[in-house]
């Protein structure tokens, strides 16, 4: 049951923390709208960049390229996820500390964790709506077309993006107590990538790396058509491990940065 904030008329419980979510999606939405150039130009740069990928492969060595599209499509369209994933909640929070509005945020009656983890939901969302645009994209464009059952790929790819958001909650810490902490995004990139490419047939233990689990079951899912229900209950579990792991070490570790920047005094400073 929902309970009622005792400063007034602002429901805190479950049904006010929804609309708070509703809120924040439509303002997401909202911002994709009245700022058209800057949504359609990040679509055209994932678009740009795997075309360059592509092409650009197929004219160097075009067997390599024919066989491993299948799994090259797969690898940036977890790439892409789990950068719009991890770079928006770092962003965010970079943003408020710019415009001076991050402590209001601490204002909020629902809490700072609770008002960011709302904020992951959306971009978590949106980053789902531009990879299903980014994967149709890829399809189309290379003519290989991959199993898509959203029965199984929604669970998959949520789980598979988890440690990312993990990161992204961990760099988002660091950006309330550092504030400039923008070079490591781009880093970040670059370790992305690794861990989706691990190795994990070879080398099972890198199955526990984030990202490397998530990748290895969504190709088979969407190269071989494997269901959700058909994977063996032992690789299931190591995905939601590794997810709710990492998540909940990026999350305590935002938690703890945002106290120590509370300690320190540097949390309104920019």
Not at 221 to 241: C, I, N, Q, T
């Amino acid at each position: 049951m929902s309970a009622a904030a005792p400063a007034g008329d602002i429901d805190t419980g479950a049904r006010g923390y929804l609309r708070f979510c509703r809120a924040s999606l439509r303002k997401r939405v909202l911002l994709m709208i009245r700022y058209p150039v800057n949504f359609f130009s990040q679509i055209a740069t994932m678009f740009i960049l795997f075309a360059g990928v592509f092409l650009g492969g197929r004219a160097i060595a075009p067997a390599a390229i024919s066989d491993t599209i299948g799994g090259i499509i797969v690898g940036y369209l977890l790439w892409s996820l789990s950068m719009s994933a991890f770079s928006g909640l770092s962003w965010n929070v970079t943003r408020e500390s710019q415009w001076g509005t991050l402590e209001q945020l601490f204002m909020s009656p629902f809490g700072f964790g609770p008002v960011m983890l709302a904020k992951t939901v959306v971009n978590v969302l949106v980053s789902f709506f531009t990879g299903a645009l980014v994967l149709l994209f890829m399809m189309t464009l290379t003519g290989t077309w991959l199993a898509v059952n959203p029965l199984t790929l929604l669970p998959l790819g949520v789980l598979a993006v988890a440690p990312a958001l993990g990161v992204g909650f961990a760099l988002g810490g660091l950006a309330i107590r550092f504030k400039r902490v923008e070079n490591l995004f781009q880093i970040m990139q670059f370790v992305f990538v690794a861990l989706i490419a691990a190795p994990v047939d070879q080398y099972p233990l890198l199955k526990w790396v984030p990202l490397a689990q998530g990748s290895q079951l969504l190709q088979a899912a969407m190269r071989d058509g494997v269901a959700l229900w058909e994977f063996p209950a032992g690789e299931l579990g190591v995905l939601v491990a590794t997810a709710v792991g990492y998540l909940a070490l990026g999350y305590a570790a935002f938690y703890y940065c945002q106290r120590w920047a509370r300690r320190e005094g540097v949390m309104g400073h920019y």
